[in-house]
């Protein structure tokens, strides 16, 4: 078990051994106080009982009931000699005449009750308990077991007000009880921080216990309290290293940034049969990977692959992605190399795609993304792949026609309708880019990513602003009037239209819904940038020039911002500062890959994003 499975079951775990521990000491005591008062006729069943003359037990305890019915030590012996043999009907009717003659007695009700929880009938339990907690209040182990039942259907919140009123007892086998008891509710209520705190507490009434510290460490990393797992479990795996302490001890170490060399030699030096140790380096591996150690990882997963016979494919791919991850380009390729004369697939092209592309063989990057659709022709995320890498190598025109393959296959894609909206808007094809911008956004309309596209294209149109891209913009603008994404593009198409129109008093509308914008994101490049430019343009040169230092300092790679700083400057007659800013703009214009344009940015979302839902996987 890896310690994520581990930390998933540790609610269970507590609940399981809460009830077998919470009847245990009623029992016990039960027994005593029959011990204490029993009839030589109750001890002769007894010995019956250990001889295995159950039958015989039953006879004379039941002549013995018919003298005295309200011998309640002999009516409990019978009901739990019938429960042992598993006459659960004959047991229950006693447990009920035991009550019904004994309206009285906390020990008749608690017996009674323990016997359903034994049966599993945790809804009959919890009504004995209630009612025997309201007739007895004061009994701490009555309303300890109706809280375990509670806990038991899930009632947590219910099983929260009876723990709270449960006095603390002064034998630390019981104190011990409850805390692990109300650690199993803070963890049904989803409190992890809440059940480790009572872990803790229990493990420090009896620090020498080796499951309690076992169950602390669970209960912490569940918690995500790595430093206090990585001190409970240390000494846990330094006197009896196993599989799942190590991993467990590996796991906090990696999230407190700790030293795990010596953790992960001695897991790695255990003497395991082969199929155990295989488990133990995929685990492993699987936990350094998680923690980005993967040069570590990619070392586990080799030695995994040796261990198995006949090799795992998915190690094998599993050990590439490692190698790649860990910038072993040479080695990952030879590890695909293996793969493709087994069995090619699309995801090792994917895979290989990727590793070509960091080593800078552009076309060879391409093939295998081609390779990879050919082999998954109705997979999306592969054609998105090679739609995105086209555009990001500038071709645009094949970058079309895959996207435009993509919509026809995936006519609900959003992300396939962005890719072909931005490739024909860089062919020069606008109408058909506004429309594929447009379906994007109705079909992904909790999103506003689509809008960022549609309005930085239609910010750069040459013909200016599309009618339908700024009715669904100020549309949503409109309809969304606390979102900063449709306000800056609503404000900044409007400017757009005006200034290409000659039309100053028509910039009024843009320069307010972009003063609004910049109180919904102050932050935002596109907004502040975008309003400087409106109201230098319209001669409000000194509140421009503050919102263009601002527009600088947020886009400091944009030669043309630093450009236009300088021409204010220069209206401002601000020689000194001008020459600064011109400066600055000319040799960043020097370096135009420094400034990422809308095309890449997209190409290298879609690029990522494949590559994030590839990892979780």
């Not at 030590?73 to 019938?82: P, T, W």
């Not at 007000?161 to 409850?178: F, Q």
């Not at 947020?554 to 400066?583: F, I, N, T, V, W």
Request: with cysteine.
């Amino acid at each position: 078990m890896n310690p994520e499975t581990a930390t998933r079951t540790t609610s269970l775990l507590f609940l399981a051994t809460l009830i077998v521990v919470a009847v245990s000491p009623a029992a016990a005591r039960a027994g005593a106080r029959a011990e204490a008062g029993r009839s030589s006729v109750e001890e002769q069943a007894r010995k019956l009982v250990e001889t295995g003359q159950t039958g015989e037990a039953e006879r004379i305890l039941r002549q013995a009931l018919d003298a005295h019915p309200a011998d309640l030590d002999a009516r409990l012996l019978l009901a739990n000699i019938y429960a042992g043999s598993s006459e659960l009907s004959q047991a229950e009717h006693e447990f009920r005449e035991a009550v019904r003659r004994h309206p009285e007695s906390a020990r008749a009700a608690l017996a009674m009750g323990n016997f359903y929880v034994s049966t599993g009938s945790l809804n009959q339990a919890e009504q004995v308990f209630s009612q025997a907690v309201r007739r007895y209040p004061q009994v701490n182990e009555l309303r300890t077991q109706l809280t375990v039942v509670l806990a038991g259907e899930h009632k947590y919140k219910e099983a929260l007000v009876h723990l709270r009123l449960i006095g603390k007892p002064n034998d630390p086998a019981l104190l011990v009880r409850n805390y692990r008891l109300a650690a199993s509710i803070y963890s049904g209520l989803g409190d992890k921080s809440g059940a480790a705190h009572n872990m803790e507490s229990a493990l420090a009434v009896m620090p020498a216990n080796l499951q309690l510290r076992l169950l602390a460490s669970l209960t912490e990393a569940d918690a995500e309290d790595w430093r206090a797992c990585a001190r409970d479990v240390a000494p846990l795996f330094a006197e009896n290293p196993i599989p799942k302490t190590g991993l467990l001890l590996l796991h906090a170490q990696l999230a407190t940034h700790q030293d795990f060399t010596r953790t992960l030699q001695t897991l790695r030096a255990l003497n395991l049969p082969d199929d155990q140790r295989l488990d133990l380096r995929v685990h492993s591996a699987e936990v350094l990977a998680s923690a980005d150690q993967h040069e570590s990882a990619a070392q586990e997963f080799q030695d995994a692959v040796a261990i198995s016979n006949p090799v795992d494919p998915t190690l094998l791919y599993n050990l590439a992605v490692e190698q790649y991850a860990a910038s072993e380009f040479e080695k990952a390729e030879s590890t695909l190399d293996q793969l493709r004369r087994e069995q090619d697939s699309a995801e090792i092209e994917d895979l290989a795609a990727d590793i070509e592309e960091r080593r800078g063989d552009s076309a060879a990057a391409l093939r295998s993304h081609q390779n990879a659709v050919t082999l998954a022709p109705n997979e999306e995320r592969y054609r998105l792949a090679l739609g995105a890498a086209l555009m990001k190598y500038h071709a645009y025109e094949p970058a079309a026609e895959a996207f435009e393959q993509a919509t026809r296959l995936f006519p609900y894609s959003a992300r396939a309708y962005v890719g072909l909206g931005m490739a024909e808007y860089l062919i020069e094809k606008y109408d058909e880019s506004v429309s594929a911008l447009l379906r994007a956004a109705q079909l992904d309309s909790n999103s506003e990513r689509v809008l960022n596209y549609l309005g930085a294209t239609q910010a750069e149109s040459p013909a200016g602003p599309s009618p339908s891209a700024l009715d669904a913009i100020c549309g949503r603008a409109q309809t969304h009037p606390r979102s900063s994404i449709p306000a800056t593009w609503c404000g900044a198409l409007l400017f757009r239209k005006a200034y290409l129109a000659g039309d100053q008093p028509g910039a009024r509308s843009a320069i307010q819904r972009l003063r609004f914008a910049t109180t919904l994101a102050p932050k935002d490049p596109i907004a502040n940038c975008f309003l400087g430019r409106a109201l230098m343009w319209t001669g409000q040169n000194a509140e421009a020039r503050h919102l263009l230092e601002v527009c600088v300092q947020l886009r400091p790679e944009s030669a043309e911002e630093h450009y236009r700083l300088s021409r204010l400057y220069q209206e401002l007659r601000l020689k000194q500062a001008a020459a600064e800013q011109d400066a600055l703009a000319s040799r960043l214009s020097e370096q135009p890959d420094r400034d990422e344009d809308v095309a890449q940015k997209l190409a290298r979302e879609m690029l990522d994003e494949r590559q994030s839902t590839d990892a979780g996987k």
